[in-house]
């Protein structure tokens, strides 16, 4: 593989004009004015973001591009996708499977996120889904890392075959131990499965992301007893709570405790603003709850705070492109985070934030490391939310696998200029 140049890029951390030389899949040198090696690949940044990888830390590609099958969600609310979603279940092969994900993971790879967390439903005794996006995660592995959660989403204690299969899915070699507590008959029986997952995992050495109190309800506080087990179990910094959305809605008092125990506990938190600004809040009428957890509050906690896609064209959400930075800028608006500095967070949470969750090893541009990033047509992070950035050119381990053309436009107007310039420029 000859070196790749990447000339003149700015980086997220506030470095601008640089060139970035590759040599081997890895980089080999960041600095202002390098020399360009002979037979090096050359691809000019013109002062555009170079940027780690997108990362998505909550998805459900079992479900992906299955939009309409069997039917479309009417009421658009959470339960009956839950509803649709095992009606569609028994009519799913493993083809349809593979292929829908596949098709997504192309979609992810256009846009630059080369690094997914999905959870993969685990209450269906068959495990088709477990061992199709086995398959899945095997084929993509060269250039995008697929991370599975083991999902019990009829309830690990509610639905019957639900720990045991969990188990067998580990057993085949999925990743994570999920959970949904808020999906168990009662808060006992949600609070003893979060007790009975944080266990195995101790067992098994692996990591914790559970969809937890996705609910309006803001009596829901699985998050506590997650932090406990967390703590109690010395698991810091390796279990998630996916969702949250009833903080949105908890008593301030309460939460000003609650908070410091997620902290003490390294719990991390993932928002999935999409799918919380749609499907929260449907049983308000006015005023209407914005059902997004408490993103920037936990962030000046010091909690490491990731948002997710969790959907794309599924039974819970008809939209979608596996473009993270619509995530980030559906985060930013649903938490008014519109200082620069909370823009600049909402970026990190769809890169270097969950990128910490999934425990991805070498991740960011930096000397050593593999050699993965995507050249926005955007100068900043800001910039790349504003213009939901053009990715010029997505490389991993050295090599381009994805380029799509800038986005441009040739204006017909008397006495203006001949294209359209969308920066502000001062
Ligand atoms: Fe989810």
């Known amino acids: 593989m000859p070196p790749l140049f990447l000339r003149n890029v700015n980086l997220v951390d506030g470095r601008r004009g640089v060139d970035v030389l590759v040599h081997d899949g890895r980089i080999a040198a960041i600095a202002p004015g390098l020399a360009v090696p002979e037979s090096a690949e050359v691809v000019a940044g013109e002062g555009q973001l170079l940027s780690p990888p997108f990362v998505d830390a909550h998805f ?3 479900a992906t591009l299955s ?3 069997p039917r479309v969600n009417q009421s658009g609310t959470l339960l009956e996708g839950i ?3 095992g009606e569609l279940k028994p009519q799913l092969t493993q083809e349809a499977l593979v292929e829908r994900a596949m ?3 192309d979609w992810a790879v256009a846009k630059g996120l080369l690094a997914i967390r999905t959870h993969v439903d685990v209450c269906d005794d068959r495990l088709l ?20 959660v083991a999902f019990p989403q009829d309830g690990l204690l509610r639905s019957p075959t639900a720990l045991a299969n969990l188990k067998r899915a580990l057993a085949m070699g999925v990743d994570v131990i999920g959970g949904i507590p808020h999906f168990e008959r009662t808060m006992a029986d949600g609070a003893e499965s979060i007790r009975l997952l944080c266990e195995l995992a101790v067992e098994r050495g692996l ?14 506080r699985h998050i506590e007893t997650l932090a406990f087990h967390t703590q109690r179990l010395k698991l810091h910094g390796r279990v998630a709570g996916s969702h949250l959305t009833s903080m949105h809605s908890m008593d301030n008092y309460y939460v000003s405790k609650l908070i410091p125990l997620m ?18 809040g449907r049983h308000d009428t006015y005023p209407k709850r914005r059902g997004m957890t408490r993103v920037p509050e936990l962030m000046a906690a010091g909690i490491n705070v990731g948002f997710g896609h969790d959907c794309v064209m599924d039974p819970w959400y008809s939209l979608g492109s596996a473009d993270m930075l619509e995530v980030a800028q559906m ?10 500095a909370q823009m600049r967070a909402c970026f990190d949470a769809v890169t270097a934030n969950s990128a910490r969750i999934l425990g991805l090893a070498g991740y960011g541009i930096e000397v050593g490391h593999r050699a993965d990033f995507v050249l926005l047509q955007a100068r900043d992070p800001v910039e790349a939310i504003r213009l939901r950035a053009t990715r010029l050119a997505v490389v991993r381990g050295g090599a381009v696998i994805a380029r799509t053309a800038p986005a441009t436009a040739r204006l017909h107007l008397a006495g203006r200029p001949a294209t359209v310039d969308w920066t502000l420029r001062r």
């Open 83 to 85: 509803a649709l979603w």
């Open 129 to 148: 889904a477990v061992e199709a996006l086995l398959h899945v995660k095997q084929k993509v592995g060269p250039y995008l890392d697929l991370q599975l």
């Open 331 to 340: 985060g930013l608006h649903v938490a008014q985070m519109t200082s620069q």
């Open 207 to 220: 990591r914790v992301d559970m969809h937890c109190d996705e609910s309006d309800d803001p009596m829901s």
């Open 103 to 105: 098709q997504y993971c």
């Open 60 to 62: 459900h590609m079992d």
């Open 263 to 280: 902290h003490e506990a390294e719990v991390h938190a993932i928002a999935n603003p999409l799918i919380n600004i749609t499907l929260q």
């Open 67 to 69: 939009y309409g099958l």
